[in-house]
């Protein structure tokens, strides 16, 4: 429910809140804010908060360097960890030009574009993000160390399992701020855990799941420990995957329904499109070096197939009935910007749509092994390799804003150049991005 400024402005004064969160993320995903005084909410609220954008990798230059925070009433969250007294507040930001246009590179602008495009063909789409991630023990300093924190595996509980106290506060965490965490649980490697959430409207959830990794990396520090939601952390154990649950509905209802007795063309045309347009979209899917590290084993997939109760296919149609039916996307990894994934993955399935595409066989193979490799297309197996792809495609180039892709282009392509003249890639990854992802 929108939240009218001026009681917004009440609840804030009513319960001491003295400082103001503005949130937004850069076009790799990685989240920043600007705090503000509770006095200057209104203001915020009516002309906006400028910031430096040629200080943010991809956002601008020195000679275009103003951009505006304008928040979103809707994403109103308290911070928990935070003191009761005087405490901290949180809104999501839209990102404008001083003359008011939307910023190309503001991810949240561009989910709900697709949203709304959706909404227009007669569509609504729910998402349902299933987050991995790992946590690892802090040297005195509170720096964080390459030593899990536990050696437990999958669903195993305690005295394995000694982040189930950890799962528990981060889960309370999110209720306080008005979110709805499904299922928690241990992962397969040693100190990983997953925390799904309950389906939402795609902004909401890209929303829900930037939260998620505030509210984890908080938490965990509050517990002397660190949390990474790097793709391939430990070189031996099973990497972090980010999987979006996805519903597409048309006049109340759920197009996937059923789908396993009687394929709703619509639906089957929409997994068609994703699978189609996923070569592009995983530049964005799989932003790091070592995601490839990650696709290709532990079930995670490394070809374009699609399946029914197969873990290793890049999209699985889970066994569901009602509003539970839904695919699930595999192939993406937390450390992406959540808001373009998305944002990607509506518009293929509505070309999908809208072009009646059809869709291939399922693929039952395990498709993480390499000798099923020349049964199905792959995804990309490098990041060189998606760079490539995403460069010479014209899926992406039609759905986002040219000065975000070849800004996104450019970055990732110094990135992969710096990897691979390393004389040690891995260490050069590690300092990179373990303390950051």
């Keep these: 429910m929108t939240r009218g400024i001026s009681d917004i402005l009440q609840f804030v004064e009513e319960n001491d809140i003295k400082f103001i969160r503005l949130a937004f993320c850069d076009i790799f995903g990685e989240q920043k804010n600007i705090a503000i005084l509770s006095s200057y909410l ?6 906006g908060v400028s910031f430096d954008a040629s200080a943010i990798s991809g956002f601008g230059n020195v000679t275009e360097s103003d951009l ?3 928040p979103d009433p809707d994403t109103l969250a308290l911070f928990p960890w935070r003191p009761s007294q005087g405490c901290v507040a949180r809104f999501y930001c839209s990102i404008r030009y001083p003359d008011g246009r939307p910023f190309e590179g503001d991810g949240r602008w561009l989910l709900a574009r697709a949203e709304e495009k959706a909404r227009q063909a007669g569509y609504s789409f729910q998402l349902g993000p299933e987050c991995e991630f790992y946590l690892f023990a802090t ?7 390459r030593e899990p924190f536990d050696g437990a595996g999958y669903l195993d509980i305690l005295p394995m399992d000694q982040g189930e106290n950890v799962r528990r506060t981060i889960c309370l965490t999110l209720e306080e701020m008005g979110l709805r965490p499904e299922r928690s649980h241990h992962e397969q490697g040693p100190g990983q855990n997953e925390i799904d959430f309950h389906c939402a409207p795609p902004l909401q959830a890209a929303d829900n799941l930037e939260t ?7 938490v965990a520090a509050q517990s002397g420990l660190y949390a990474t939601f790097l793709p391939k952390p430990l070189p031996d154990a099973s990497g972090s995957g980010l999987h979006l649950n996805l519903s597409v509905y048309r006049e109340g209802r759920n197009l996937f329904e059923g789908f396993r007795e009687n394929p709703n ?4 045309s929409l997994l068609a499109g994703i699978l189609r347009e996923m070569p592009e979209i995983t530049a964005f899917a799989n932003p790091l070096p070592s995601s490839y590290q990650r696709l290709g084993s532990c079930e995670a997939p490394a070809l374009l197939g699609w399946s029914f109760q ?11 009935w009602g509003d539970d039916s839904r695919i699930e ?8 910007n959540p808001y373009l994934v998305s944002a990607l993955l509506l518009e293929a399935g509505l070309r999908g749509m809208e072009e009646n595409l059809a869709l291939p066989p399922s693929s039952d193979f395990d498709g993480t092994r390499q000798e099923n490799s020349g049964r199905a297309p792959r995804l990309p197996a490098s990041l060189g390799e998606a760079l490539g792809v995403l460069k010479n495609g014209s899926f992406a180039r039609a759905v986002l804003p040219e000065p975000l892709l070849e800004k996104y282009l450019a970055q990732k392509s110094r990135e992969w150049e710096a990897y691979q003249a390393a004389e040690d890639p891995a260490a050069w990854e590690s300092k990179r991005y373990f303390g950051r992802i």
């Design 68 to 70: 505006f925070l304008w």
């Design 329 to 336: 996307v595999r192939s993406p990894d937390p450390s992406c």
């Design 42 to 47: 209104e203001h915020a609220f009516t002309s």
């Design 265 to 268: 063309p619509k639906a089957a």
């Design 139 to 145: 040297d005195e300093k509170g720096r964080p160390l």
């Design 310 to 320: 197969n873990r290793s296919q890049l999209v699985r149609v889970p066994a569901a």
């Design 212 to 218: 998620l990794r505030t509210a984890v990396k908080a």
